[in-house]
């Protein structure tokens, strides 16, 4: 595995070939992001976050051969399904600019610094951890490639790193280096988000 | 170190209490998945093309089956179908996705038998799958299955070019079994794996470790986790006779025995014998007429056999096929 985005071109190449196995990991990588990228800004709301997801993909599928790999794919999908949440919500009589960007929350660095003190049980408490969890699948989902597998693989599940090269068809040194790239890609994401910063992978 | 930047046991901290990303629900990714596999493929013409070919391969098939059980399908359907129904016994449905009316199964699509449902099912790349009754199955790809509960059997063939095709997969939450070429049994019991072979290889992946069965044994992973590989009775077909129940039609019109014998030793397990070599020798010039459509393929030798003028006896897994006697020949 190498540079994410030219692992999306390669990838995105190998579906214009045809490639059943390629189309199948675009699939598997992208739906479940993309899904809950949506879902956030449709207000949990099921049905229309199918709708526009499968539009999006759609018109992604369509226009496949433009892409160039500017941005990461899941970068460039998010653009076409944002696209779609607008125009869902015009049609509802909702502007996209009513839809809550938490992403840029600045009060996820002050909550990280009072990590330690998130075990208590009052409701302000467990609003706040659940914020700050949501945003760190946010960052999950943000990160390229299969970045935030890994990591959920490693700090979740337990993984040793040999699984997890198993896993992804890595050598375990290839692996170690992904994990290595995915924990400054997490650092870089939350340092991003915690200052509201341009440019970072998780904002609109 | 910035102020915003965080440590390994920050990162470990945030991540555990964030807890697992929710996947999005099982019939909305099928759904999803086959409206733009079908995009895909509309887009893609060399795959589409190769798509072609297989729909003709199953349409051929299917057509040859014939009969009230068999379902044909008709022109090119534009989901790409990974999968078509052969034979359909009781009650059979898709759970989600997009499995279409007249047959096909589309990528995504899952298939559910119920309490007296069981269903033969030839996938696109050539290999009879059957499922038996109780039993969810989704079709991922044309070689990946996932089995959510209940049994499958697989046929992945050696007659019809199964070393062109890539290896099937299919996954269970207790492991991934692959197919070496082979006829096996992947079953799901309260929350236990089975993997039983009859004839060929299959591979257990569990995590970074595999275990790999041979003709006559079978892997359990219990619950906890445990793996073993146990040998099979050597003489029990009982837990082959779903098999047979659900399996695929023969069509015996025009063909020689010796294509018939094939059949029957693949489908029963048995292994054929002649008595007498110069019967061997003849069977390829025996042509059959009729049917067997409907008839347990254990149960179509005393029907097909006296019809060529051929008796059989058999002992355990062994058909042995000899002349009859007729009255005054020398013992």
Known sequence: MGDPIDDDRALVGRMLDGDEAAFTRFFDGQFPRLYRFALTRLDGDEAATEEVVQAALCRAIAGLAGYRGEAALFTWLCTICRRGIAEHR??????????????ENPEVRAALDSLAALGGSDPETAAQRREIARQVQVILDALPGAYGDALEWKYLEGRSVREIAARLDLSVKAAESMLTRAREAFRDGFAAMAHGAPGAATRE | MPDSELRDEEMAALLKLAGRRPEPPDAARARVRAAVHSDWRAAIAPARRRNRRWLAVAAAFILLAGGGLFLARRGEAPQGPVAAFIRIDGEVRAA????????????????????????????????????????????DGADRLTLGRGALYLDSGSESGRAQRPALEIGTPLGKVTDIGTQFEVRLDAGALRVQVRRGLARLTRGDRSVTAGSGSRIEVATDGTTRVVPLAADDDADWDWVQQIAPPFDIEGRGLDRYLDWLARETGWRVEFADPAVAADAPGILMHGSIAGIRPDRTPEIVLPACGLAAHREGRVLRIERPREPGDPR
């Open chain 1, 90 to 103: 015009e049609r509802r009589g909702r502007r996209l600019d009513d839809v809550p960007l938490r992403e």
């Open chain 2, 96 to 139: 989600s996705g997009a499995a279409a009316p007249e047959g096909s199964i589309a990528p995504g699509a899952t298939v559910v038998t119920g309490p007296g449902g069981r269903a033969a099912i030839q996938l696109a790349g050539g290999a009879s799958l059957r499922l038996d009754a109780d039993t969810e199955v989704r079709f």
